[in-house]
Structure formats: C-alpha cells, structure tokens
T-cell receptor
Framework: GAVVSQHPSWVICKSGTSVKIECRSL??????MFWYRQFPKQSLMLMAT?????????EQGVEKDKFLINHASLTLSTLTVTSAHPEDSSFYIC???????????????FGPGTRLTVT | AQSVTQLGSHVSVSEGALVLLRCNYSSSVPPYLFWYVQYPNQGLQLLLKYTTGATLVKGINGFEAEFKKSETSFHLTKPSAHMSDAAEYFC????????????FGTGTRLQVTL
C-alpha cells in the first residue's frame, strides 16, 4: 500500500517546449501533494505544496508561472515546466500525504522521480 | 523555521561494521524527524520517523535512531552494515501542526566496502 507513481520516469525535451509530469497516488487519496526538485548529488528542495481543488503554494524563489501545478483530483497532481531551458534539467520528485492520515501522521509517500533533460 | 544539518557528506564503512550517520536539527517547536534512503535514480523510502513518545525509534532494514532533545540530534545507526545499505540517506524535519512540509538535510552517501 501507499504507492505513488510518476509519469514519465524520464523525459528529454527541446529548449522552449513545455513538459508535463504526473504524480498519482495509486491506493489512497491525497489532499496534499508536494513537488521537490533535486540537483545531482544534492538534497531535495521543496518547490510547492499542492492542495486538491485549490491553488498551489510555492516556495520562495520558485516561479509559479514557469512551474504550473494542478491538483485536479484526490489522486492526481501535475507539474508542467513551461518554456523549459537547460537549467531546468533536474530530477523532480513528488510526494503525497494520505487524506485521512491513517497511513501515518505527517508521513509523506514519495514517487520514484522524473528525470528531465532539456537540450 | 527549521533546518537540518547532516555531518559528513560521505561515510564509508566495512561490511559488518557499525553504521552511524549524524543529523542535527534546529526547530522552534517540537519537531517531527525522519530518515529517508534513496537509491540511484529512485525516489525516497522512509526508514523511520520520530513523532512523540519513545525516543529510540526502530525502522526498516535494521536501522534505528534516537531523538536527543538536549543535543538536538537524531543520529541513524545500524549495528552491522550490509552491502545493500549503500545509498544516499537524508534526514528531514517537519514542524508539529504544519501540513507536513519537510526540510531535508544535504544527505550522506553511505559506501559499504568488503
């Protein structure tokens, strides 16, 4: 149980194009999902908190118009990197928290990550 | 605000030896503390967590950690390292009462040698 999937697992795109990454909670409902970015050999940096049915809350320094987040349902959140540039190349990881908190208080379940390469 | 400091970006131990990964935190309120493991090109897997209660927390794969408030530490240990333990380990903190926003340390890469 408590499985979070991400699609795609890796993507290569050309500079200037947009890329959408999906994060799904497969066996539980998640009112809150989180998007992280991880540079090579570095830690995870929280980009934004995504709440179902409302606008995402972005961390300081994260461009909300560049990183569009949509949490349309209790099992799906998407991150769209708009007008991607090589500096956006990174490993993007999502996590989800169980709606009812029954799977562990304040515990997040992480997806396997999506590696984005912008050429 | 909260922060996490992991001492040692790289730790190398022999197989069968004690594993000790250090984590110190800073928090204005009682923290929730976590250890995660990350294998190459994968997401994070929860090893263990401290919320309230017993300060010695046991996790998966033989790992445990002890919350020491006086030292603001949450060090991760394992009595005997196995080759499969080689990975990146992250300590993280979240504040009580928040929406589980996690702040991660910079990570410690554990190498296990024969």
């Amino acid at each position: 149980g408590a499985v979070v999937s991400q699609h795609p697992s890796w993507v290569i795109c050309k500079s200037g194009t947009s890329v959408k990454i999906e994060c799904r909670s497969l066996d539980f409902q998640a009112t809150t999902m989180f998007w992280y970015r991880q540079f090579p050999k570095q830690s995870l940096m929280l980009m934004a908190t995504s709440n179902e049915g409302s606008k995402a809350t972005y961390e300081q320094g994260v461009e909300k118009d560049k990183f569009l987040i949509n949490h349309a349902s209790l099992t799906l959140s998407t991150l769209t990197v708009t007008s991607a540039h090589p500096e956006d190349s990174s490993f993007y990881i999502c996590s989800a928290r169980d709606r009812r908190g029954q799977r562990g208080l304040y515990e997040q379940y992480f997806g396997p990550g999506t590696r984005l390469t912008v050429t | 605000a909260q922060s996490v400091t992991q001492l040692g970006s790289h730790v190398s131990v022999s197989e069968g030896a004690l594993v000790l990964l250090r984590c110190n935190y800073s928090s204005s309120v009682p923290p929730y503390l976590f250890w995660y493991v990350q294998y190459p090109n994968q997401g994070l897997q929860l090893l263990l967590k401290y919320t309230t209660g017993a300060t010695l927390v046991k996790g998966i794969n033989g790992f445990e950690a002890e919350f020491k408030k006086s030292e603001t530490s949450f060090h991760l240990t394992k009595p005997s390292a196995h080759m499969s333990d080689a990975a990146e380990y992250f300590c993280a903190v979240s504040l009580t009462g928040t929406a589980s926003k996690l702040t991660f340390g910079t990570g410690t890469r554990l190498q296990v040698t024969l």
